[in-house]
């Protein structure tokens, strides 16, 4: 699935949407996620922060070391997400689906701090149907040091024409 198209750079960009989810920064952030990240070949991390309180280490990148910056908010995180060679993300629902049309490489790591976590769910079922990988914050190093990219399958979204002339039928609207 999807490769940076940056010659030489393989970026890993993180996003938490609008929440604050300071446990996935601050994991992101931890000498034992880097050093797996640049022992897997990428060189560049960005982490979209969104309203958490913790702040990651801006790092230059030297040689032997991954670049690391970060930013709250952005108009528009597509272009990110284009250039990624993998995505690291809560578990949103839009943030996911988003990624997965891309076809890129995707690691969702669920808060486990949310009631209801409906999240979890999802995440956990496309990671049974193999469209990426689902983690916890105080698991993703080992997530991404045992992640196999060619195990993944790409996402084919389903076709809503059949509910669509359902709902259509049952109020009496005429179908196409």
């Known amino acids: 699935m999807g490769e940076d ?3 030489g750079k393989k970026t890993v960009f993180v996003t938490v949407g609008t929440t604050c989810f300071d446990k996935l920064v601050a994991a992101m ?4 996620v880097k050093e797996a990240l640049f022992r ?3 060189t560049q991390l960005l982490i979209q922060m969104g ?3 913790y702040i990651p280490s801006k790092v230059s990148g030297e040689e032997g070391s991954l670049n690391v910056d970060y930013f709250t908010f952005s108009s528009s995180i597509a272009d990110y997400l284009k250039s990624a060679s993998l995505i690291i993300s809560h578990a949103g629902s ?3 689906f988003e990624t997965l049309r891309l076809k890129k490489p995707l690691i ?3 808060n486990e701090d949310l009631m209801d976590n ?5 995440a956990e079922e496309l990671a049974d149907r193999k469209h990426l990988f689902c983690s916890r914050p105080q698991t993703i190093a080992e997530t991404i040091n045992s992640m196999d990219l060619e195990y993944l399958e790409p996402y084919t979204p389903g076709d809503s024409n059949t509910i669509v002339a359902q709902i259509n039928n049952f ?3 005429e179908s196409n």
């Open 108 to 110: 969702v790591v669920v």
């Open 29 to 32: 952030d931890s000498a034992k």
């Open 94 to 96: 839009g943030s996911i």
């Open 40 to 42: 897997r070949g990428y």
């Open 5 to 7: 198209e940056n010659e």
């Open 118 to 122: 409906h999240q979890a769910e999802l």
């Open 51 to 53: 309203r958490g309180s």
């Open 171 to 173: 109020f009496g609207f």
